[in-house]
Structure formats: C-alpha cells, structure tokens
C-alpha cells in the first residue's frame, strides 16, 4: 500500500479570542460556520476545506501559526507508515469529537523542522 496525503482538510487558525474571529470569518468574509467545540475552537466552512479557528493552547504564537490537517481514510495505518517513512510521531490518533453524522479522529506528526502536520478521519456509521 503506498501511503500518500494529497487532501487538506482542514487548515487551524491561532487567534486570540475565538469568538471575535468567528464574527469576522463568519460575518465578514461570509463563510458558513459548522460547528463549535468548547469556548476556544470554532470550524468554518471554506469551500470544502474546514477552518479551525483555536487559541494557542500553548502550541504556537497567534497570528504566526497554521496548521494543515490532510484528511485520510484509516488514520490508524497511515499515521503509522508515515512515522516508518521518517515523520516524527507527536499524538497518535484519537477520538477527538463526536459528531451528529460521524466521528473525528486527530492525529499529529512533526516536520523537520518542529511544525505540525495533522492527520484527521472522519469516520461515519456503518
């Protein structure tokens, strides 16, 4: 099985009040809000790729940190080929969220050169 990512989906976005930049994203730019997940995480719509607006939880400075998320299918297998592949293992794969359709798994790995790299299933009922 070659592993490849090649689908971003989700890009994260460190603000210092979430709800202010939900207002701006939201109202200003006019993309659809989906969903929040506590006080400090808002996700938007942009064109098929979710943006998380989220404060720093002590991962980054505001205004100088995005992170990309590529969406895969078994998080499990792929996390684990690309850590063999060189990827250093930050988190492995988790339940992150459950969702009225389906349920999303995170997982982390770092670049070279200490950046973040997400990995994220969305995993729906059979």
């Known amino acids: 099985m070659t592993t490849r990512l090649s689908h971003i989906g ?16 939201r109202d200003a730019l006019g993309l659809r809000h ?8 808002a996700f ?20 100088h940190n995005s992170l990309l998320y590529f969406k895969v299918d078994d998080i499990e297998t792929v996390q684990a080929a690309l ?26 790995l770092r670049d070279p050169d200490g950046n973040l790299v997400g990995l994220m299933e969305e995993r729906r009922p059979d």
């Open 83 to 108: 850590v063999e592949r060189g990827a250093a293992q930050e988190r492995a794969p988790q339940l992150t969220a459950r969702l009225p359709d389906h349920e999303l798994w995170i997982g982390f």
């Open 34 to 41: 989906l969903f929040d997940a506590g006080p400090d995480l």
């Open 44 to 63: 938007l719509d942009a064109g098929g790729v979710r943006l998380m607006l989220t404060t720093s939880q002590g991962a980054g400075d505001i205004g």
């Open 10 to 25: 989700q890009i994260a976005i460190t603000v210092a009040d979430v709800a202010q930049a939900l207002t701006f994203y």
